[in-house]
C-alpha cells in the first residue's frame, strides 16, 4: 500500500490550501484515514481523521479552520485547510489505519507573509 500526498505549498496567514492523499496498492478493509503533522523540533501530531462511515475527529488547533473529508470509493481523503496561521507550519502526513497501519512521504505546508 503507498499513500500519495498532494497540495502542500506555501501560502499567506489566512489563507486556503488542501491536501489530498489517494492510497494505492489496494488496500483491505480501511477503517481510517487522517492527516497528522510534524512541526521542526516537535512531536508528530494528529490534526484530523475521519472513519469509513464519516465520523471524524480533530485537533482544538483546527477545529473550525480545517475539514477533513473522504472519497470511499477513491480511497482518497482530503484536508481542506482555511485561515491558516504561522504555526501551521509543519510537514503533514497522510494515515491509514486497515489490517496495518500506513503513512505517507509527508508533504511540506508553510504559512508566511
Known amino acids: 500500500v503507498q499513500l500519495v500526498e498532494s497540495g502542500g505549498g506555501l501560502v499567506q496567514p489566512g489563507g486556503s490550501l488542501r491536501l489530498s492523499c489517494a492510497a494505492s496498492?489496494?488496500?483491505?478493509?480501511?477503517?481510517?484515514m487522517g492527516w497528522y503533522r510534524q512541526a521542526p523540533g516537535k512531536q508528530r501530531e494528529l490534526v484530523a481523521t475521519i472513519t469509513t462511515g464519516g465520523s471524524t475527529n480533530s485537533a482544538d488547533s483546527v477545529k473550525g479552520r480545517f475539514t477533513i473529508s473522504r472519497d470511499n470509493a477513491k480511497n482518497t481523503v482530503y484536508l481542506q485547510m482555511s485561515s491558516l496561521k504561522p504555526e501551521d507550519t509543519a510537514v503533514y502526513y497522510c494515515?491509514?489505519?486497515?489490517?496495518?497501519?500506513?503513512w505517507g512521504q509527508g508533504t511540506q505546508v508553510t504559512v508566511s507573509p
Open positions: 494515515y491509514l489505519k486497515a489490517v496495518f497501519t500506513y
Open positions: 496498492g489496494n488496500p483491505f478493509s480501511i477503517d481510517v
